[in-house]
């Protein structure tokens, strides 16, 4: 997790200095944030299911005691 928070503050930093306008920065700043938020949203999704899935198999397991 580390590593995607250094990446992400470093790509930041450097289209933030890099020399384009302004509206071009913010656009470039507003599509790269959208692809990581929807990329932490299936990565959510991911871990939900799999817990999800580890609570029913706890569940039946314990139908079985």
């Keep these: 997790m580390k590593v995607i928070k250094s990446f992400i503050v470093g790509l930041t930093i450097g289209i933030l200095f890099a020399p384009q306008s302004g509206s071009k920065t913010r656009k470039r700043l507003r599509r790269v944030f959208r692809?990581?938020?929807?990329?932490?949203?299936?990565?959510?999704?991911?871990?939900?299911?799999?817990?999800?899935s580890k609570a029913h198999n706890t569940k039946k397991a314990i139908e079985k005691l």
């Design 35 to 52: 692809n990581y938020k929807d990329e932490a949203k299936g990565q959510l999704a991911n871990v939900a299911g799999a817990v999800e």
